[in-house]
Structures are given as structure tokens and as C-alpha cells.
């Protein structure tokens, strides 16, 4: 199946500093990419739709200046957790449409200290 | 609006066929799936089913639809300690450029 894969697989970043996560589709070309967070031992929640090309869609009481979503192309969206705080500390899953499936990466662990 | 369900824990012994249950609220869904996601690890398919369809069955998967009652089920046959993880039911009115709605997740601890 297609494979999409995230950078970095975890991170560990100070309060008030910045962090960027890559998500990439590897083998198939992805219009629209999602972004889920997963708290501990919780389901995963949509924070935004990304398409390429365009500005991303947020869902409701996502901030949308806290987590700036590019779509630069088919293959790459990126998600960048501005002036992190360690309520932010969280698991990212990214996921990317191809023409029957959706297709999951494997994550990035979010810890700010 | 959306709401998936599903039981939170499910322990089984080696050897013994697991179930786990869903119910939706949707009634446009028209993909239903199943996901695993081992500790620390991303979400891995393991099997969807269209709205038309009753049954699927994959190895040792087999997935049960009750369209009427909005209630899909995972069944995993001779289940292995690899099996322990967490499974998520998810819906979805189409199958390319929509998010999914997501259950909880059960829970599953296979007992040696």
C-alpha cells in the first residue's frame, strides 16, 4: 500500500520555541492531507484539512496562528507548533488521501518541556 | 452529528476469538474501517467495508455490518499476544478527500 511518513518521528523542544513537522506522501500524490492530535489513551481528533495549494481548514477551537499548516505541494505538508507550550505535548498523526484510501503516517511525539 | 462508539477494554485469552463492537450515528456513512495502533505507533488499516456490504472477511478478520442498527464489529480469530493493541473504528461518507470520525479506541489485551 502507500506509504506516508512524518519528520521527526519524536521531538523534545523548550516552552516558547518552535517546532516544524514534516509529512510526506512517498509513493502517491496527496490533494489533501488531515492532521490529528492523540492525547494519552485518547482517540485521535482532526485539528485541520490541508490542500494544496490553499490556505488549510481548521477545525473548531483549533488555533490556527498556534499551528500553521503549509500544503506546498502533492507530496509535503507541514505542521509548525509555534511558541510551543507543554500543553501542546501531544502525538501528530498526519494522513494523506490517495484515489481509494487514506493513508496514515506513523506519528510524531511532541514533548515541550 | 458524528459520533462513533465503542467499548474501551477487551481482554481475551490466547487462542480465543476476540469481538469488538461499534456503533455509529451516521447514516451516510458509506466506509466504515478498522485501525490498529500498536504503543507508541501510528495507525495501521486493517480492514474497511462499504456501506453495502454485509460482511468481509480478511484471514482472520472478519467484519460484521448491521447497516439497521448502525453497528459494526471486528472479529479477530485465534487471537496472539501481537494481536494486544488498540482498535479504532472509524467512518467516512466518502472515501477520498474526507476526514474520518474516529471511536475511542478498545482496548485489546490478549492473555497468554
Known amino acids: 500500500g502507500a506509504v506516508v511518513s512524518q519528520h521527526p518521528s519524536w521531538v523534545i523542544c523548550k516552552s516558547g520555541t518552535s517546532v516544524k513537522i514534516e509529512c510526506r506522501s512517498l509513493d502517491f500524490q496527496a490533494t489533501t492531507m488531515f492532521w490529528y492530535r492523540q492525547f494519552p489513551k485518547q482517540s485521535l481528533m482532526l485539528m485541520a484539512t490541508s490542500n494544496e495549494g490553499s490556505k488549510a481548514t481548521y477545525e473548531q477551537g483549533v488555533e490556527k496562528d498556534k499551528f500553521l499548516i503549509n500544503h506546498a505541494s502533492l507530496t509535503l505538508s507541514t505542521l509548525t507548533v509555534t511558541s510551543a507550550h507543554p500543553e501542546d505535548s501531544s502525538f501528530y498523526i498526519c494522513s494523506g488521501d490517495s484515489r481509494y484510501e487514506q493513508y496514515f503516517g506513523p506519528g510524531t511525539r511532541l514533548t515541550v518541556t | 452529528g458524528e459520533d462513533v462508539e465503542q467499548s474501551l477494554f477487551l481482554s481475551v485469552r490466547e487462542g480465543d476469538s476476540s469481538v469488538i463492537n461499534c456503533t455509529y450515528t451516521?447514516?451516510?456513512?458509506?466506509?466504515l474501517y478498522w485501525y490498529k495502533q500498536e504503543p507508541g505507533a501510528g495507525l495501521q488499516l486493517l480492514t474497511y467495508i462499504f456501506s453495502n456490504m454485509d460482511m468481509k472477511q480478511d484471514q482472520r478478520l472478519t467484519v460484521l455490518l448491521n447497516k439497521k442498527d448502525k453497528h459494526l464489529s471486528l472479529r479477530i480469530a485465534d487471537t496472539q499476544t501481537g494481536d494486544s493493541a488498540i482498535y479504532f473504528c472509524?467512518?467516512?461518507?466518502?472515501?477520498?478527500?474526507?476526514?474520518?470520525?474516529f471511536g475511542p479506541g478498545t482496548r485489546l489485551s490478549v492473555l497468554p
Open positions: 472509524a467512518e467516512s461518507i466518502k472515501n477520498y478527500g474526507q476526514n474520518f470520525v
Open positions: 451516521d447514516s451516510s456513512s458509506t466506509y
